[in-house]
């Protein structure tokens, strides 16, 4: 008895589950709060006077999580829905169409959803973003100098100058005492550089190039980092079930499942946009910046407001340090950004304004455009753009919240957005870009359907034809198995349902039944041997068992590994491969078995219908 409640319980579950995915889904409307402003009941009752006054049929709104889900009746209402929100709310909001469940909300309230469908089923944006890795090269070099400037001044050791070479890091000294003092010291302290003394005629120099496992980290860590912010900068779009993943050593796939504005998608998970902050070189006067010639640790750069402002190349703080940024005003309203560091962060920052109170300090804005331009090697070459946007006295020492001004509206707001998603730690650049139509993905669901039912339709008329009153069981089994598999990709919050996972339930179909045809086999030969037919099920499901154990292990393992090896498509077809294998085991061989004991078990049956 506690066997059959618990295949029953396991089967009702399964079904529970996949009940929401026969509810389909509604067009609606997502608003979020992307510009520092919130959305509250107010904004839900401003959209819904909004719909109201254009006519537009609603369904319902619902407020959750921050975010506002406005339904409507059908697709050209959702447009209008749109551009009408978008209209009143401004760009403190950022209005996207999307596609939400039309789950009940009973079902709702009993972690009922259905599955997540993928970019080909379910129209939207594809993205391929290439990681420029010699830029991420060039921050830790440049990093790497200031290291170096610092460690050499407090041991004390005299040099005369750093600079990046084509050689490497290039520090010159005067005299070949300091040269090994400095080389001694340096290779103690830093374990990822190699040094080279290669001094020659007079001259004293020490080569420092990162290592080569160094420079795979750096790599590496510039791929993970960014990867992590672009799920940011999704996030603060609002896309439902986004994906976000690697592809090989330098690339990042992006896929927006129901995004239609592919313009701004764009923008704001190409942009590349962070700030530096740097002590001002008091030193070079206008004549030498006008002229280009300052000091070896100093570089010009232009002014936002006009003009030129020579800074020192060492950062004293970096964007990588930012936990959060709000566009404001200030009393006279004008618009500024109020930026919050993390700890360390606020340790450094408080550190430097301590030691120059009374000293310029500079924000610099600097971003990175895809002009169209190509390499000699043909890949695409960033334009890189860097501005002084506001210099200010450092009056006090500062902490871990403070402001920057010297931005129009519009620029706080966008630096504000990409600041609180993250710096990316090197630039990427969208080398390919596909659109999929809610129309292509509605065919796809359509064509992969259709499959399926005339694929399971041969196999139950197969073995109904074959194994007759068995049969029947089998295919009861068959059904139960798929609406299973069903249920349990929606039950997970990571599945998703692509075209190629479609093809993986298909061929779930056919593998779920070859358990009942090794079963049904064996406990024909037990009958053809002479055996009872309660001796002959017995042994036929028993006997039968390790071999179908053995094939199903081997080619979840294989699923297993596709999974973890694979991308996009792959992954799809190996998650529902894996969970068929795990419900085609426990339909074929208990929940068969459940119902051929609940129908000749502890019965004299001198013939079975097989």
């Not at 992307?34 to 369904?59: C, F, H, P, W």
């Not at 890189?384 to 129009?408: M, P, W, Y």
């Amino acid at each position: 008895m506690w066997k059959n409640v618990m295949v029953a319980c396991i089967v009702f579950v399964g079904f529970f589950y996949a009940i929401p995915n026969l509810f389909g889904e509604d067009y609606a409307v997502q608003i979020v709060a992307t510009r520092g402003a919130e959305v509250t009941v107010a904004t839900q009752s401003t959209v819904n006077d909004i719909l109201a006054s254009k006519n537009i049929a609603m369904k319902r709104s619902e407020l959750k999580n921050g975010q506002l889900l406005v339904r409507v009746m059908d697709g050209d209402q959702q447009l209008l829905a749109r551009e009408a929100i978008a209209a009143a709310l401004g760009d403190k909001y950022t209005v996207a169409l999307n596609l939400a469940p039309a789950t009940p909300k009973w079902l709702e309230a009993m972690g009922g959803s259905p599955m997540k469908l993928g970019l080909d089923l379910r129209g939207g944006v594809y993205f391929l973003m290439e990681v420029k890795m010699d830029e991420a090269v060039r921050k830790m070099t440049e990093s790497k100098m200031a290291d170096f400037r610092t460690d050499l001044r407090g041991e004390r050791i005299r040099y005369a100058g750093i600079r990046e070479s084509a050689k490497g890091i290039e520090i010159k000294f005067r005299d070949a005492e300091n040269l090994a003092k400095a080389e001694r010291f340096l290779k103690s302290r830093d374990n990822d550089m190699v040094f080279t003394d290669t001094s020659s005629g007079g001259n004293y120099f020490l080569i420092a190039n990162l290592s080569d496992n160094y420079l795979k980290q750096i790599k590496e860590d510039a791929l993970q980092q960014n990867i992590t912010t672009i799920r940011n900068r999704v996030n603060e779009l609002g896309v439902a079930e986004p994906v976000v993943q690697r592809q090989g050593a330098e690339r990042i796939i992006v896929q927006l499942p129901g995004v239609q504005d592919t313009a701004r998608a764009k923008k704001i998970l190409g942009a590349t946009a962070s700030i530096e902050f740097r002590m001002v070189d008091e030193k070079a006067d206008a004549a030498a910046i006008a002229s280009g010639r300052v000091s070896p640790n100093s570089q010009v750069y232009d002014r936002r407001q006009g003009g030129k402002v020579a800074l020192y190349k060492e950062v004293m703080l970096s964007g990588i340090h930012i936990q959060g940024a709000q566009p404001s005003f200030d009393e006279y309203s004008r618009p500024q950004v109020s930026i919050n560091l993390d700890s360390k962060g606020g340790s450094i920052f408080s550190n430097v304004t301590k030691d120059n109170i009374g000293k310029p300090m500079a924000t610099l804005f600097i971003e990175y455009k895809d002009n169209g331009a190509k390499n000699p090697d043909g890949s695409i070459k960033l334009e890189k753009i860097e501005e002084v946007i506001s210099v200010a006295t450092i009056q006090a020492r500062l902490g871990r919240n403070f402001v920057i001004t010297g931005l129009d509206h519009s620029e706080s707001q966008n630096l504000a957005l990409l600041l609180r998603a993250g710096a990316l730690i090197a630039p990427v650049v969208i080398v390919e870009e596909r659109t999929i139509g809610p129309s292509l993905g509605a065919e796809n669901i359509q064509n992969g359907v259709q499959a399926m039912i005339w694929g399971l339709a041969v196999v139950l008329i197969f073995m109904l034809v074959y194994y007759r009153a068995f049969g029947l069981i089998a295919n009861l089994a068959l059904t139960a198995n798929l609406v299973m598999v069903v249920g349990v990709m929606s039950m997970i919050p990571g599945a998703v349902l692509t075209l190629p996972g479609i093809a993986g339930m298909v061929l779930t179909v056919g593998m779920a039944v070859d358990g009942n045809v090794l079963i049904y086999e064996r406990i024909r030969e037990e009958l053809r041997n002479g055996r009872s037919v309660q001796q002959a099920i017995h042994d036929g499901y028993a006997n039968a068992f390790s071999t179908i154990a053995d094939a199903n292990i081997t080619t979840f393992m294989t699923a297993l590994i596709l999974f973890s090896v694979g991308t996009g498509a792959v992954k799809g077809f190996a998650v529902t491969l894996m969970i068929g294998i795990a419900t085609s085991m426990f339909t074929a061989i208990v929940g068969t078995r459940a119902i051929v004991n609940a129908v000749w078990g502890g019965k004299r049956v001198k013939k079975l219908s097989i």
